[in-house]
């Protein structure tokens, strides 16, 4: 049974689902009028989200089917951590496994090294990176991935947000704060 323990904000946790990559809490607190509150919370190892350029000046652009929303989505390419995996080792796996490019330089991201991507929902911390000087090599998707890989110009990336086409919240924050960092610097 959960039940709150006090009314200073401490939380009560039951697990409900064990996942392979991540967890589903309920959370059990004493709301503001002394009831007891559930809501259920995604336990998450962490992510990374990498903005790979290549020489010439494009993006590299990922267009993934999305179980989740049973559709095609334009995005950048990430991914989540494994359990003590340092987020540079994982935005260089993610990069190699989703794009089937290596980078020689793979540094935070200026302006936003780090965010919590949907705190309402999850504890997921998400790392961002710029990854340059790309190498390619081969794809190496995992089972359950399916995913076309689309190196665009700026400007079609940018006419793509524009229209519509790239709607996934955590390509559209990094591809802006690039662009705000390129302007400051």
Same mark, same amino acid.
């Given at each position: 049974?959960?039940? #709150? ?10 697990? /409900? ?7 589903? $809490?309920?959370?059990? +607190? ?14 998450? #190892? ?5 903005? *790979? ?11 993934? @089917?999305?179980?989740?929303? $049973?559709? @095609?989505? @334009?995005?950048? #390419? ?6 003590? $995996? ?23 991201? #200026?302006?936003? *090294?780090? +965010? ?12 961002? +990176?710029?990854?340059?000087? /790309?190498? *390619? ?9 399916? !995913? ?12 793509? !947000? ?13 591809? +802006? ?9």
């Amino acid at each position: 049974m959960c039940v #709150p323990t006090n009314f200073d904000g401490t939380v009560r946790r039951e697990l /409900l689902h064990r996942g392979s990559k991540f967890d589903i $809490e309920t959370l059990c +607190f004493t709301g503001n009028r002394g009831e007891t509150l559930k809501r259920e919370c995604i336990r998450h #190892p962490g992510s990374v989200i990498v903005l *790979p350029l290549l020489p010439d000046g494009r993006v590299v652009l990922i267009r993934n @089917w999305r179980l989740s929303t $049973e559709s @095609w989505i @334009w995005e950048l #390419p990430a991914g989540t951590m494994t359990k003590g $995996e340092p987020p540079k080792t994982c935005a260089k796996r993610e990069l190699g496994e989703e794009t089937g490019f290596a980078a020689a330089s793979v540094a935070p991201l #200026p302006g936003l *090294p780090r +965010f919590y991507p949907a705190p309402g929902l999850t504890d997921e911390l998400m790392h961002a +990176f710029v990854a340059t000087d /790309l190498t *390619p090599l081969q794809q190496r998707l995992e089972d359950d991935e399916r !995913i076309e890989v689309h190196p665009v110009p700026v400007q079609v990336l940018e006419q793509m !947000i524009v229209n519509g086409d790239i709607i996934d919240a955590k390509t559209l924050l990094v591809w +802006f704060t690039w662009k705000r960092s390129r302007r400051s610097s």
